[in-house]
Structure formats: C-alpha cells, structure tokens
T-cell receptor, first 110, second 114 residues
Framework: DTAVSQTPKYLVTQMGNDKSIKCEQN?????MYWYKQDSKKFLKIMFS???????INETVPNRFSPKSPDKAHLNLHINSLELGDSAVYFC?????????FGPGTRLTVT | GNSVTQMEGPVTLSEEAFLTINCTYT??????LFWYVQYPGEGLQLLLK?????DKGSNKGFEATYRKETTSFHLEKGSVQVSDSAVYFC?????????????FGDGTTLTVKP
C-alpha cells in the first residue's frame, strides 16, 4: 500500500536518448514535486505542481518537462539525455509542509 | 530567501555514543521545521518535526527543539545504534505551503560503528 510510488526504480540509458519517469501518490495531496539528488546527496528541487498546475520551476533545462495528468500523478520526461543527468530522481507529495517521498529512480546515462 | 545550514559530514560514531547534528535556518515568518532521514537505497522519510517556537519533536530516540532565538533545530540522540547509519536532512517549510517550497540542508551522513 505504497503512498508515493515511482517507476522505474533503475534506468540505464545512452546519451541522446529520451526517457520518462512516472510517479503516483495515493495520499490525496494537492502538491507534488520532483527533486534531483546528486552523488554527494545534495537534494535540489526541480518542479512543483499544485492541483495539476505548475507553481515552481527551478532553472531546470528545457530538456526536462513535467506533466501532471491529474493531481495523483506527476511524470517527468527528459529529452536528449546528457551524462550530467545521472542522478537519483525523487518524486514527493506534501501536506502541511511535510514531504512524502517516493523510493527514487536511479538514472544512469552512459 | 529561506536557507538551511547543517553540520557538514561525514560523522562517524561508535555505538552508544551521543549524537548532535547542528542545523540553523534563515526564514521570513515562522516556518515549520523538519528532520528527514534517508537510509541507504531509500527515499527520505520524516523523522520528526516542530511547527512553532519551543516545540520539541521526537521519534525513535531522536529529539530536536525549535529555537526561535537562535534560529536553530539541532538533532540529538543519546545513544546511537548501527541501524541509525543514514543521511540526515534538516528542512524548513513556510506556513503557506501552497505558495512556497520546502528548503533542505545539504545532508549529514552518519556512520555508526559497532
């Protein structure tokens, strides 16, 4: 009965490819996020959606495009993958400021 | 803007040692404060929180007190275990969470040796 789920858990792909990561939350929260965690464990917010509407877009390259078909889902599509995109990507939802994180997707670009 | 500064790691302790991880913040108004823990290979999960000044959050033997006068929220545990080895993140969230975003510290890696 996972609260925030992401697929896939691991993603290995070559430079230049396009890939998507899917996220779903069953908590009924209105706000969802995408974070990027680098190899030093630094956590950086990328996007935030509130009730399907984009409210935060943190200087992320245009190659990254989030999509929220409904308030329970927030997907991340990445075009023309680069080596520097290798990281762990976390989806999260929030209520009252408390964040609920998914298990993460480890993206490796070769 | 808001910011969170936490003690640099890594921190290595022996089992049953006392743990302190310092966290200070800069924010407008009175944010809620959080500690999250990330075990190897997992996502972050809430460890404890405090929503107003002088509140003490506690969970699993960990404690932190919201100190408005020193803008701090230091994490403490009296006796750590090997299973506490993880990355710890201090974070703040503004009151109006639909308009703002959470701000995370850089994380502190804790290793507890038997």
């Amino acid at each position: 009965d996972t609260a925030v789920s992401q697929t896939p858990k691991y993603l290995v792909t070559q430079m230049g490819n396009d890939k998507s990561i899917k996220c779903e939350q069953n908590l009924g929260h209105d706000t969802m996020y995408w974070y990027k965690q680098d190899s030093k464990k630094f956590l950086k917010i990328m996007f935030s959606y509130n009730n399907k509407e984009l409210i935060i877009n943190e200087t992320v390259p245009n190659r990254f495009s989030p999509k929220s078909p409904d308030k329970a889902h927030l997907n991340l599509h990445i075009n023309s993958l680069e080596l520097g995109d290798s990281a762990v990507y976390f989806c999260a939802s929030s209520l009252g400021g408390e964040q609920y994180f998914g298990p993460g997707t480890r993206l490796t670009v070769t | 803007g808001n910011s969170v500064t936490q003690m640099e790691g890594p921190v290595t302790l022996s089992e049953e040692a006392f743990l302190t991880i310092n966290c200070t913040y800069t924010a407008t108004g009175y944010p809620s404060l959080f500690w999250y823990v990330q075990y190897p290979g997992e996502g972050l999960q809430l460890l404890l929180k405090a929503t107003k000044a002088d509140d003490k959050g506690s969970n699993k033997g960990f404690e932190a007190t919201y100190r408005k006068e020193t803008t701090s929220f230091h994490l403490e545990k009296g006796s750590v275990q090997v299973s506490d080895s993880a990355v710890y993140f201090c974070a703040l969230s503004p009151i109006n969470t639909n308009a703002g975003k959470s701000t995370f510290g850089d994380g502190t890696t804790l290793t507890v040796k038997p």
